[in-house]
């Protein structure tokens, strides 16, 4: 007698369980007819949080209220302007973004803009004072160092960053120190040498460039833009 209630339990049981299951199938069907209305843009960019930031760029301060989701790289150039630094690769190959933090190289397009609170970034844009080249910009109009343009805030970034701890580098620690800078047009040795001239040259001693309207073994017209690209990043496309 018992074993056959219990029988009977365990079938009532499952029939229970399946219409329980078929209900709890069926709901999320019949939620998502009720629901289908996607979330409009707003709603979901309205949901992406902020941080209050400050950082100093280039000397200025700035406060800034950023997605927390930013690269640093998005800030400097949307937001704050300095389209000077480029964006390559955006997945930290490339080293077209480079930029001081703290006076270290870093790729600005694999830091977060909101780890840049409190700290200090340089920008190709912070090199050059007024009307005087920096000497490495300088070295590097001498030596041709631009051609697309593209990269060269990057590398002139990531060679003031060597210079900064090792004022005298070898030609091998040159080349060490920029291997996160990719050329596709291989003007490597000519980076290099730029690097080494401009690691011989007193501070203070970059010439005017408005005063130099002619650079040996480099046109003027040529010459002209790439003062241009060493000051500015302004090599091309934006
Ligand atoms: S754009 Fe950042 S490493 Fe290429
Ligand atoms: S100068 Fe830009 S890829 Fe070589």
Redesign the pocket.
Known sequence: MSKRKSEISRRQFLEGTGAVLAVATAGPALNATSNATPPVADEVAAEVPTTSIRLVVNGVEHRVDVEDRWTLAELLRDHVGLTGTKIGCDRGECGACTVLLDGKPVYSCSNLAVWADGREVQTVEGLAHGDQLDPLQQAFVEHDG???????SGQLMSAKGLLANNPHPTAHEVRAAMTGN??????YNHYVEAVLAASVAKNGSGRSAASKKSITGVTAAKSSRSKTVATTGAGGAR
């Open positions: 631009p051609q697309c343009g593209f990269c060269t990719i050329c596709r047009c291989s003007n």
